[in-house]
């Protein structure tokens, strides 16, 4: 039977977690003078180490227990905890397939683990022949898969996740930070069925409060435990924790949000094909388009000359930029301003 006990770093199965003064009286009625907390103010006292009420509400939009979600400080900090937690330094590795989302390579190279960049292919799904041995590696514990996949904008095959789940013994964890604006579902419907699976999503996209570093896990109870016990105690401030609260309280205004710039996506992308120098336009299932040209340098500093800045992705698929979806109005000038390019 999978245990994820089995799979983490020593130091971490041994760790006695921080006790706040939080943890140690819950209650909410009193005059508190356990935190070293300044008595003035607005802002003066620490955060709710648990975000209580943020899970109850995630709880109930997601239908899932609050013992199976973890709030991170961004997406980021959850990358970090999953390496900290399965990967020993200088030991044990990690696979993601490329191109994808750069901050696993940039925190496995922090935390001295091993990563191991498996190619997707021409149209960036997964081969598992190319890396079905590498599954039955003892040392590599994690598996990163981004679906919808940044840079490309596409979803992974079900299939092919289906398959790693199942045979793979270590983690995996399916990066959904542009799940929202997918017509495929989250792999969040499936969490009970396999109990290596960790799903990561984001308020910073969809939900609009990149500002604000809120990221989410969901998980097994034991996994969920173990990332309860190894993150910093008061690693989500008031504010952020208000933050996503009062988006999660204005759903109308997500979905509302959500459904324009899927219809941008999509006009956008017959507008870019028209132009010349595009060669092609990547599907996308995210708020972004990848799209090829003849001479990405040259339309990237073109852009940047007329004050529109996309992201030139050149170095890691070939003359490739990826452009997020604007606003109406600002889709229209990213038009107007590529009609205007001369190569
Ligand atoms: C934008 C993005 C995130 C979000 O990270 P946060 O730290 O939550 O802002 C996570 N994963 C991928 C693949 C992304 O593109």
Not at 113 to 138: C, G, M
Request: glycine share 4%.
């Amino acid at each position: 039977m999978f245990k994820a006990r089995n799979l983490i770093r020593e130091n971490i199965a041994s760790l006695l977690p921080y006790s706040s003064a939080r943890d140690e009286f819950s209650g909410i009625d009193g005059i508190f003078l356990d935190a070293n907390e300044n008595p003035f103010g607005e802002w003066n006292r620490y955060p709710d180490p648990h975000q209580k009420e943020l899970k109850k509400k995630l709880s109930q939009l997601k239908t899932i227990t609050s013992k199976k979600i973890f709030i991170g400080n961004g997406s980021d900090e959850i990358i970090d905890l999953a390496l900290r937690i399965f990967c020993n330094p200088n030991q044990d590795k990690a696979l993601t397939f490329s191109p994808t989302y750069g901050m696993y390579d940039v925190s496995a190279a922090i935390n001295s683990v091993k990563l191991i960049k498996a190619p997707l292919t021409s149209n960036f799904q997964i081969d598992l022949n190319l890396f079905e041995e590498r599954l039955k590696d003892d040392e590599l514990k994690l598996i990163f898969i981004c679906s919808p996949n940044n840079p490309t904008g596409n979803n992974i095959d079900i299939t092919v996740i289906e398959k790693i789940l199942t045979k793979f013994k270590g983690i995996v964890i399916i990066d959904e930070a542009y799940i929202d604006f997918s017509d495929a579902p989250s792999w969040l419907s499936v969490l009970n069925q396999f109990p290596n699976l960790v799903v990561s999503q984001t308020f910073s996209k969809a939900w609009g409060l990149a500002a604000a570093r809120v990221g989410v896990c969901y998980a097994s109870e034991e996994i969920i435990e173990i990332f309860n016990r190894v993150k910093p105690p008061y690693n989500v401030s008031s504010l952020n924790q208000k933050a996503a609260i009062n988006a999660l309280e204005n759903y109308e205004i997500f979905q509302k949000n959500i459904q324009i710039i899927k219809e941008e996506r999509e006009k956008l992308k017959i507008e870019l094909i028209k132009i010349d120098f595009v060669l092609k336009t990547y599907p996308s299932e995210a708020n972004f388009l990848l799209i090829k040209v003849t001479n990405a340098n040259q339309v990237y500093n073109q852009l940047v000359n007329q004050r529109i800045i996309t992201r030139n992705r050149a170095t890691i698929v070939t003359n490739c930029l990826r452009i997020s979806i604007g606003s109406p109005s600002e889709n229209i000038q990213l038009l107007q301003a590529l009609k205007k390019i001369e190569i």
